[in-house]
């Protein structure tokens, strides 16, 4: 027999299903007719007194177990949802933390020539290549990407270069 519940119950003393109230967590359960079907079936081959107040215990257990078991289910499918929004904001979080690293480490910046027209030599970390490269300077604006040397460009930006194999 299978035994669930919704919004319904079985009263004796009127020999039909009526409503009860119920949380909504019990809409998935057993349809109004196959409820009323069935405990009637069952009280109809129930004999003594003794056998249809077990079957009365029965059916108020099994009520009461398929509450909790859906109550339980919800909770888990709650914090699951829960943690999985939890999991997508600490990983938009993290993407924050990283853009904002990258934006301010220099290393990570774009090679900015800069607004003058200035040919100065100079060396900038090339974030695609791994590598620290020479570019011209134009001599104002530009970004912290900008380094007088190779030595001192690699020193600064060894952490972001990439480990041989």
């Known amino acids: 027999m299978k035994w669930g519940f919704s919004s319904y119950g079985y ?11 119920v949380s909504s967590l019990s809409k998935k359960y057993v349809e109004k007719k196959e409820l009323t079907k069935e ?3 069952a009280f109809d081959k129930a004999k003594t007194k003794e056998e249809k107040k077990q079957l ?3 059916i ?13 289910e919800e909770k888990i499918k709650r ?3 829960d943690a999985a929004v939890k999991n997508k904001v600490e990983k938009a979080v ?16 774009p090679i ?6 200035a040919l100065i030599k100079r060396y900038a970390f090339d974030a695609k290549k791994g590598k620290c490269v020479k570019f011209s300077y134009g001599g104002c604006g530009g970004n912290e990407n ?14 972001n270069t990439p480990m041989p194999i």
């Open 146 to 159: 900008n380094f007088e040397t190779m030595a001192e460009c690699k020193k600064r930006c060894k952490a």
């Open 112 to 117: 900015v020539q800069g607004k003058c027209r």
């Open 39 to 41: 405990v009637k079936a």
């Open 11 to 21: 009263d004796k003393a009127k020999g039909k299903c009526v409503q009860f109230a």
């Open 56 to 58: 009365k215990e029965a």
């Open 79 to 81: 914090i699951v949802k």
């Open 60 to 72: 108020q257990k099994n009520v009461a177990e398929a509450i909790k078991k859906t109550i339980v």
């Open 94 to 109: 993290e993407k924050l933390k990283e853009l904002k690293e990258k934006k301010s480490n220099p290393c990570m910046m």
